[in-house]
């Protein structure tokens, strides 16, 4: 932990690549009471914030190594009670409105005139519970397209659908389970939504990411003088819920000792701040979610059994994008109206093609997975619509798309003999009997083929 002074006023980190500005921007501060650590980049900043809390981070966009957006990230990962003030050029305007989207407090523009910062920093931190809260609202409300992510038509996503809409009315914990990126926090803010506290916070926790030094302080709060930079009181995540969600993201990650405290916040609705005497009083629903098979990591000794079956009183688990094939198009079709926003494009879909490709596809990374590959598409996109072009080159391998081969003829109807194979191998479900029937050749034939043109067969009978 980073060895702070005490200061009156609170703790700020400065983020500015910029020498003279930086150094004016720490003085500055410094004169005004608050205790300040400046640092010459992103990596360094969100390096700062694993080791040290912050009541405010005062970030520039454009930095070598992290950038702006990527800090303030960070700083919603392990600090989401931290306030974040973004400083930007009037070209880079674009990307500090995204970022009040994504959850900053303010922005200001560059050149910075030194009284703003003061005037801007003063209020946020004298304001800063409502302005925290009236954050996380408006980005609440910015982010009601996720809720059209649980669409879906396959039984599986319709069954996961109904459980969300019986257990979201009640004041149960929901246990929700699943692999990485098949969109389990979506699935927290269904319930969310569908709930009576649908106008109060919903505040996600990601107990992974928080380093397990603050992770302590960041929960439950803590007290002026319970360690090293605790300059003053300061509430813990669940004291700002204030009757609304909070959700528990990789909870199988949480150590041990913090599992005892936890156990008592969903018994007794009481946090006991690092540093108190006596317990306070919250009013919260907990929604946990892991990718861990929880009853093994019982079994193993590395959780709780109690509290696992406090958290499991309604479970749901989310099925894995590859179970539920039916619903890439129509998630597929959700992110390019998504990015369409984001991106400023005019995008009318994906062509039948690349949805036969996407359709054929694992995803390992699920949802998640898909939403990056559609985004990456529509950055490269030159048309109205998607095409297999662009798609990450990898993902074209995979499938094996042809990629440029030069003038050589052999190689090119190699490389397109190729494609063709694979994309019949998926219109088929990879049943290559009935792909060599639409081939119009013998099923040995095409056995041959996969085997001299390195064709990935998706159910793993084919090479490598």
């Known amino acids: 932990m980073l060895r702070q002074e005490h200061s009156a006023k609170g ?47 005062l970030s520039d966009v454009r930095m070598p190594g992290a950038d702006g957006l990527a800090v303030l990230r960070h700083t919603r990962e392990v600090a989401p009670q931290t306030l974040v003030l973004l400083m930007t050029a009037h070209a880079t305007v674009d990307s500090a409105i995204e970022a009040l989207r994504r959850g900053a407090q303010d922005y200001l523009l560059k050149p910075i005139m030194l009284e703003d910062v003061l005037h801007k920093i003063d209020y946020l931190l004298q304001h800063r519970q409502l302005a925290w809260e009236n954050q996380m609202l408006r980005s609440m409300a910015d982010r009601k397209w996720d809720f059209e992510s649980l669409v879906g038509r396959s039984a599986a996503m319709r069954e996961v659908m109904n459980l969300v809409r019986r257990v979201a009315p009640t004041p149960s914990t929901v246990l929700i389970t699943g692999e990485s990126g098949a969109g389990k926090e979506i699935v927290a803010r269904a319930i969310h939504h569908f709930s009576e506290l649908r106008d109060r916070i919903f505040l996600p926790v990601n107990c992974g990411a928080i380093p397990e030094t603050l992770l302590e302080s960041q929960l439950f709060g803590h007290m002026r003088g319970a360690f090293t930079g605790a300059i003053s009181n300061q509430e813990g995540l669940f004291q700002r819920a204030r009757g609304g969600t909070i959700f528990l993201d990789e909870i199988g990650d949480l150590p041990m000792n913090l599992q005892v405290k936890l156990l008592r916040v969903i018994e007794t609705k009481e946090v006991l701040p690092v540093g108190a005497s006596a317990p306070v009083k919250v009013d919260i629903r907990v929604i946990a979610a892991t990718n861990r098979e929880l009853r093994r990591e019982v079994e193993d000794g590395r959780f709780r059994d109690d509290l696992y079956y406090r958290l499991n009183v309604f479970g749901i688990e989310v099925p894995p994008l590859r179970e539920r094939r039916e619903d890439i198009p129509l ?27 996407l359709m054929s596809l694992p995803w390992k990374g699920n949802v998640r997975e898909l939403d990056n590959v559609i985004e990456h598409a529509m950055i490269l996109a030159e048309g109205d619509w998607i095409t297999v072009r662009d798609l990450p080159r990898a993902l074209q391998q995979e499938v094996g798309f042809p990629t440029p081969v030069g003038d050589d003829l052999r190689n090119a109807l190699r490389a397109y003999e190729k494609a063709h194979i694979h994309a019949v191998l998926a219109k088929c479900n990879q049943d290559k009997k009935a792909a060599a029937e639409r081939l119009g050749v013998s099923l040995s034939s095409l056995y041959r083929k996969i085997e001299e043109l390195e064709i990935r067969v998706a159910d793993g009978d084919g090479p490598a």
Not at 40 to 54: C, H, P, Q, V, Y
Request: glycine share 2%; proline share 0%; charged share 30%.
């Open 331 to 357: 998630l597929v079709e959700h992110f390019i109206r998504l990015h369409n926003r984001e991106l400023k494009k005019n995008c009318n879909g994906a062509d039948s093609a690349t949805l036969k490709v």
């Open 11 to 57: 703790t700020i980190l400065v983020a500015e690549d910029e020498a003279a500005v930086r150094e004016s921007l720490a003085e500055l501060l410094r004169d005004e009471a608050y205790q300040v650590t400046a640092v010459a980049d992103g990596t360094a900043a969100i390096n700062a914030l694993d080791t040290s809390e912050f009541d405010l981070v």
